[in-house]
């Protein structure tokens, strides 16, 4: 897939970068996210000053765990309640007061938030998916934005995995996605493309 970014109609869609799952010091140990968070600052910094909007959506349960589902039972549970010590942005991630934020309940951004009620008063057609991981929300996400004719560029560098994940199972998901719902490309190519259109009249 080709995706084209239009101007006005295109946001990055930064998923999941709370210290809960890319701290070291979270119930994950994600020792490997100091990369994804730079490549995510990156990111997110060229899409505002093309004036492309960014929205911050975060993974997170009620306080009593009644929208948990199947994972209300898991060890993790409790550290993903909306008052947990470690639901909030991880403080390497960079955020404007002008990024949106939303809150989603299961991997993909879209079930059951008001994500789709944001982009809409966005305008936004387009997105570019950031953030952890591309073996779970960022995977949901896509798909779920492909069943919306929503299509979606992914910056490669700018999205992490689970931190127990092996680099050839990361290759085969980042070869599902860019076969069958999103075109995947190096980050350069990405803010290269964010750059151009703020270039555009």
Partial sequence: MNVELERGA????VLDTQELFVSETGPFENRSSGATIDA????TAAARAAGVP???????????LHDAGLLAPMPFAADMRRSAPLIG???????EASDAEV????PSAFFRSDLEHVLGTLGVR??????????NAI????R????????????????????FEPAEELDAYFRALDTWTAEVAPLADVVARLSALNRLS
């Fill in 89 to 95: 942005l991880d403080p390497r991630v960079r955020r």
């Fill in 144 to 163: 779920d934005a492909f069943a919306r004719d929503i299509p979606c560029l992914v910056p490669r560098e700018a999205v992490g995995a689970a931190p």
């Fill in 10 to 13: 295109t946001a990055v869609l």
């Fill in 40 to 43: 995510i600052n990156e990111l």
């Fill in 54 to 64: 960014v929205v911050f959506s975060n993974y997170a349960f009620r306080d009593d």
């Fill in 103 to 106: 809150w989603h309940n299961r």
């Fill in 126 to 135: 387009t997105l570019v998916l950031a953030g952890v991981s591309v073996n």
């Fill in 139 to 142: 995977a949901a996400t896509a």
